[in-house]
């Protein structure tokens, strides 16, 4: 009948177009709302870290995944796991420091930008910087704190998007006070 | 399915971020904000839905492409039921949506549902207004997650 043409869509698709689309949506907003563009990453990010406290428990609950032994562990259930979970991309796990603290996320297709075109008067814009909030924060409720901060962005006109990822210190939970 | 999980935090979060931004006394500016993002995406998701469609029949016909694809693309269901007064009133029920099952079902959060009914009421308003359809959309809540929405056109 009238309507057949749309039926065929792929739900999955969608629902990823949909989630772009507001992604987007909301970028442009925050650009009106704070007019700067570091301004503006710092929002994304605190948005991410509050994404990110709450993904992790949803991620553990899925994925039934164990304590990871190293950093390396770490960041092969990041990008095999999570970042195809959520977003259905698996990026490349690469670039380690001798210390082996240290390593890259490369992404080829990044579902955020996928309608996005970056207007000019705006190369200080990490345009899905919530990611890095949401990494940030997942980690951190693991115990890890680490430091995520984009190196390379393909809406910038380099060849790929790179997030860096730091190790930086093992957390300790913190007893309250008063109990042993 | 898993990403269905983040649109919902991302939601959620986009509706704290306003809150957060803005003063107490301008909450209003805040829900006309969250329904000019919704607006924003009704308008190009409905773009992309129909690209290989047919042409609309008529308005209800219009209507019932809202219920049926578009509620179901975005909500994974079809609206409950649809009525129409035939003079342009609209009212849409979803006995069960996806924004309000994460609140309690009693009177306790009532207050707080405008707010995450706004984006909502924006995206069927930039649908319909790609559509050629312009109109007024407000929501109402009587018991979550139950929820109508009343589409108004306005005939110029």
């Not at chain 1, 870290?49 to 991620?59: H, K, M, Q, S, T």
């Not at chain 2, 329904?35 to 290989?52: A, D, H, N, P, Y």
Request: glycine share 6%; aromatic share 10%.
């Amino acid at each position: 009948m009238s309507r057949q043409g749309t039926r065929g869509v792929d739900l999955r698709k969608v629902n990823g177009e949909l989630f772009s689309l507001t992604y987007g949506a909301l970028v442009a907003q925050l650009l009106k709302d704070y007019e700067d563009d570091e301004e503006v990453n710092k929002q994304l990010e605190k948005m991410g870290y509050n994404i990110g406290v709450r993904l992790i428990e949803d991620f553990l609950a899925r994925s039934n995944v164990g304590r990871c032994n190293d950093f390396r562990e770490t960041a092969d259930v990041i990008s095999k796991l999570a970042f195809k979970m959520y977003l259905g991309i698996q990026p490349v796990v690469s670039n380690w420091s001798a210390a082996g603290d240290e390593f890259s996320l490369l992404i080829e297709n990044n579902p955020l930008t996928d309608f996005v075109e970056l207007p000019p008067g705006h190369s200080q814009l990490n345009f899905s910087n919530i990611l890095c909030g949401v990494l940030k924060a997942a980690l951190e409720m693991v115990q890890m704190e680490v430091d995520v901060r984009f190196v390379q962005d393909t809406l910038k006109g380099d060849n790929i998007t790179e997030i860096r990822l730091k190790f930086v210190k093992r957390l300790e939970d913190a007893v309250p006070v008063g109990e042993d | 399915m898993a990403d269905e999980v983040i649109l919902e935090y991302l939601h959620m979060e986009i509706i704290s971020q306003f809150y957060r931004s803005c003063e107490k006394s301008d909450q209003d500016q805040c829900i006309a904000k969250l329904e000019s993002l919704g607006f924003r995406i009704g308008q190009s998701l409905v773009e992309r839905f129909t690209k290989e469609s047919p042409r609309f029949k008529d308005e209800l016909d219009t209507m019932k492409f809202i219920c049926k694809d578009f509620w179901n693309y975005v909500y994974k269901k079809q609206i409950d039921n649809l009525r129409t007064n035939h003079q342009g009133v609209y009212v849409l029920q979803d006995n069960k949506f996806r924004f309000l099952t994460q609140m309690s079902n009693g009177k306790q959060f009532m207050e707080a549902a405008p707010k995450f009914l706004a984006l909502p009421c924006g995206m069927i308003r930039g649908a319909l207004s790609n559509l050629g359809v312009n109109c007024v959309v407000t929501a109402e809540v009587s018991a979550m997650p139950a929820c109508k929405f009343q589409i108004q056109i306005q005939r110029a």
